[in-house]
């Protein structure tokens, strides 16, 4: 069965920090996978996507992925936070045998100045 | 840039009640989906559909219809709607199977 993990509910960081929120997922085949983040009465927006090749993604905002194979997990990182990062923010994985896609649970980031 | 819009944004209604929802997309998009959000649930997919007169059932179908009448336009409906349908209802698109998706602004229901 597929599944998204995104164990950490709420990060708060620094405003300059580096911050890294996680995601692990669990899937058999080759999985698409998607950072979205949700700021605040608003819908979901897409940060980056990962399909295949290269580990790292690079997304909006200076926003990056990695995939890990072997980890099962697509951390996104960004080197310096601002306060308008602060949002929810989702990973999303996408299989195959018919339409499938996974939300994972959120991570809601607080920026504090 | 892509574009999906949704409405009501805001509707309340009383247990037993009609209730639809209207999603557009001008984006040609051939998939379209409907979901819900809650608390510590994240998004869960309600109906989804690859084209006009096609629906497919999602992971939480259970008191909810739908409708794909255009390529553009996308329904759900709630025939006796239930205070468990009380949530924040989300719109997407997407141009082909397992793509990024583009959301609506979101559809917030009470049901009373």
């Known amino acids: 069965a597929q599944s998204v993990t995104q164990p950490d509910a709420r990060v708060t960081v620094s405003e300059g920090a580096s911050l890294q929120l996680r995601c692990k997922y669990s899937?058999?085949?080759?999985?698409?996978l998607f950072w979205y983040v949700q700021y605040p009465r608003q819908g979901l927006q897409l940060l980056l996507k990962?399909?295949?090749?290269?580990?790292v993604v690079q997304g909006v905002n200076g926003f990056e992925a990695e995939f890990s194979k072997s980890n099962s997990s697509f951390h996104l990182r960004k080197a310096s936070v601002h306060w308008s990062d602060s949002a929810v923010y989702f990973c999303?994985?996408?299989?195959?045998?018919?339409?499938?896609?996974?939300f994972g649970s959120g991570t809601r980031l607080l920026v504090s100045p | 840039e892509a574009a999906v819009t949704q409405s009501p944004r805001n509707k309340v209604t009383v247990t037993g009640g009609n209730v639809t929802l209207s999603c557009r997309q001008t984006?040609?998009?051939?998939?379209m989906y409907w979901y819900r959000q809650d608390t510590g649930h994240g998004l869960r997919l309600i109906h989804y559909?690859?084209?006009?007169?096609?629906?497919q059932i999602g992971d939480v179908p259970d008191g909810y219809k739908a409708t794909r009448t255009t390529q553009e336009d996308f329904f759900l409906l709630l025939e006796l709607a239930s205070p468990s349908q009380t949530s924040l209802y989300f719109c997407?698109?997407?141009?082909?199977?397992?793509?990024?998706?583009?959301f609506g602004p979101g559809t917030r229901l009470t049901v009373l």
């Open positions: 559909s690859y084209g006009a007169g096609n629906l």
């Open positions: 899937y058999s085949g080759t999985p698409y």
């Open positions: 997407a698109s997407s141009h082909r199977d397992r793509g990024e998706q583009y």
């Open positions: 984006n040609s998009h051939n998939y």
């Open positions: 990962y399909y295949s090749g290269d580990p």
């Open positions: 999303v994985l996408s299989g195959t045998g018919g339409y499938k896609v996974v």
